[in-house]
């Protein structure tokens, strides 16, 4: 299993729409969930931190479900500037806690 | 806050040499950066990471003899690729986590982007 998996999309969606992206972590011992938006040929840049409660962020919403090792993206009123690969990020426990990358979800907002 | 760069952005070199790219931190002390490589339509892969004043942690199948990390300050890392090969041509990135910080939130550099022929 990967130690965090994605699906790849793309999603392609019209304005407007309301778009969920999923993921899921292998290491149960993980404390630290993040998304990260990375624009093409760019660094990924933090979106929001998740937490166990569920956090929102203006149209951004974000859910862990510890027990199911499973973390959500919902994206409300899509606009184009959205458009760009989504990143779960989870962090590994160990002496530097380093963190691990999904393979990110593409997506493709159109008028 | 939380600004890393990152120089160069992007560099072309022939086969044999060595590049060096450099990370640092602008408004923070970054007691930990860490070194991704990422591939065309694929994810960041963590190399090493690096804490100031010790040796750098590698990641299984990175090879440290090519790929030199140093932590000389906590403001400044850097990653030496020495004896570049076509395959190394990649996008290379790095990020800094701050002292004191409660999470596991790392900010990244914008990249450098390594073409080698």
């Not at chain 2, 992007?10 to 602008?26: D, F």
Request: one cysteine or more.
């Amino acid at each position: 299993r990967k130690e965090v998996e994605q699906d790849p999309g793309p999603f392609n969606v019209p304005e407007g729409a309301t778009v969920a992206f999923n993921c899921t972590y292998s290491n149960s011992a993980s404390q630290s969930f993040f998304w990260y938006r990375q624009d093409c040929r760019k660094e990924p840049k933090l979106l929001m931190s998740v937490y166990s409660s569920g956090n929102e962020d203006g149209r951004f919403t974000a859910q862990l479900n510890r027990a199911s090792q499973y973390i959500s993206l919902l994206i409300r009123d899509s606009k184009l500037s959205d458009s760009a690969t989504y990143l779960c990020v989870v962090n590994w426990p160990g002496g530097y806690n380093k963190l691990i990358f999904g393979a990110g979800t593409r997506l493709a907002v159109h008028p | 806050g939380a600004v890393v760069s990152q120089h160069p952005s992007r560099v072309i070199c022939k086969s044999g040499t060595s590049v060096k790219i450099e990370c640092r931190s602008l408004d923070f002390q970054a007691t930990t950066m860490f070194w991704y490589r990422q591939f065309p339509k694929k994810s960041l892969m963590l190399m090493a990471t690096s804490n100031e004043g010790s040796k750098a942690t590698y990641e299984q199948g990175v090879e440290k003899d090519k790929f030199l990390i140093n932590h000389a300050s906590l403001t400044l890392s850097t990653l030496t690729v020495t004896s570049a090969h076509p395959e190394d041509s990649s996008f290379y990135i790095c990020s800094a986590s701050g002292r004191d910080w409660s999470s596991d939130e790392q900010y990244f550099g914008p990249g450098t982007r390594l073409t080698v022929t």
